[in-house]
């Protein structure tokens, strides 16, 4: 590429060489360490899957019972951390909120007891603990009593438990599992691009966690399922979702949960979930968001010709499972973290400072005016 050219975006830009994670845009396939998305999701578990990303294979029974038992070791906040949750505004951003509680956590842990704060130790801790801080912090602003950690539930099963407060049902959690599995990676998305920057300067692993939950913030990388939710309650019903969205395309509104920057055909995590949303919404007795949804989706792939992606179907997943809409993106954080950790030890095997050339636009041969001659 001349050094004249722009990709805006850094769209098509090669970057690195990973061995993390595939995406095949032309037929709609995503690849973990090798394994095809769809086997992962309709065999492996969460736990099974973050192994798979931070050790490039999948676990035998002792290793995944190892893994289980350390995660539920990990789940446990430090008692400072926990009170600094507790002192938040209830009415603070839960995506905020694991930025900060993140960062705090590199301090709160003495170097001597951090299971190894730049290593797939400080991996597994990071990616156990998000959703105790998320739970904790939904349980402080909704004014309930803080959970115990449950050693004995699987991530997906405690991630439920922590949320809601109640045992989930195994179709729930087997929902909840897959879900996490759909969102735990997907190669240089903003975020995790983000935490790879990071990385590349030979910062800690914690501050490349935190950068990569405050790139997922931005409504242009995540929350797009939470706007998808927003579209069906504005539709109400099947009979009008035509007209509103006709109405929105008119106007050049964006309709979030569609098209994809790498995807040419449907994205097959999308594939998956919409499956889920309707086994979920038969076992609950409400298939009404599966019913707008797919109204909706007719009516976009007919007047532009897109399929949905992921976020097209997460919220309505999320919804069924009772979880409250903003808390989407930060669970959507507690399932990549897996993938941003895994990002990270690949780019300190491999380290180069990332650091891109920008074109310049702007001026060149400027005078300088003193300051008491200037207008």
């Given amino acids: 590429m001349e050094t004249s050219d722009v990709q805006r975006g850094l769209e098509d830009v090669v970057a690195l060489e990973s061995r993390i994670c595939l995406i095949d845009g032309k037929h709609g396939r995503l690849i973990f360490r090798g394994y095809d998305i769809r086997d992962l999701a309709a065999h492996s578990t969460f736990e099974e899957v973050a192994y798979l990303l931070w050790y490039s294979r999948l676990p035998n029974a002792a290793q995944l019972a190892e893994l289980h038992r350390r995660m539920a070791e990990l789940r446990v906040l430090p008692d400072a951390l926990a009170r600094t949750i507790d002192s ?48 904790r912090f939904h349980r402080h602003r909704s004014g309930g009593r803080p959970l115990e950690p449950r050693p004995e539930l699987s991530q997906s099963a405690y991630t439920l438990y922590a949320l809601l407060d109640k045992e989930p049902s195994k179709l729930d959690v087997r929902a909840m599992d897959v879900a996490l599995i759909l969102h735990a990676d997907h190669e240089l998305n903003a975020s995790t691009f983000a935490a790879r920057v990071t990385a590349s300067t030979l910062s800690d692993l914690y501050s490349a966690i935190t950068s990569a939950i405050g790139t997922l913030k931005g409504p242009l990388h995540g929350g797009a399922n939470e706007r998808v939710m927003q579209l069906l309650e504005e539709i109400r019903s099947p009979q009008r979702a035509e007209e509103v969205v006709k109405a929105k395309l008119a106007r050049h509104e964006r309709i979030m949960g569609f098209g ?14 919409r499956e889920w949303s309707r086994r979920l919404g038969e076992e609950k007795g409400n298939l009404s968001y599966f019913d707008l949804l797919a109204k909706v989706k007719e009516v976009v792939y007919h007047e532009k010709g897109l399929f949905p992606n992921l976020d097209f179907y997460s919220g309505s997943v999320y919804s069924l499972l009772g979880i409250p809409h903003d808390l989407f993106t930060p669970l959507f954080a507690t399932s990549r973290v897996a993938g941003w950790t895994a990002h990270v030890l690949e780019e300190y095997d491999d380290l180069r400072l990332i650091r891109p050339t920008a074109k310049y636009v702007g001026p060149t041969d400027l005078v300088y005016v003193p300051i008491d001659e200037r207008t």
């Fill in 88 to 135: 938040l505004p209830a009415g603070a951003s839960p995506m905020d909120v694991l930025r900060t509680a993140v960062s705090a956590l590199a301090l709160l842990e003495p170097e001597e007891t951090r299971p190894g704060a730049s290593s797939i130790g400080g991996a597994q801790r990071l990616t156990a603990v998000l959703p105790s801080i998320l739970g």
């Fill in 260 to 273: 994809h920057r790498v995807y040419k055909v449907e994205d097959p995590r999308a594939t998956i979930l």
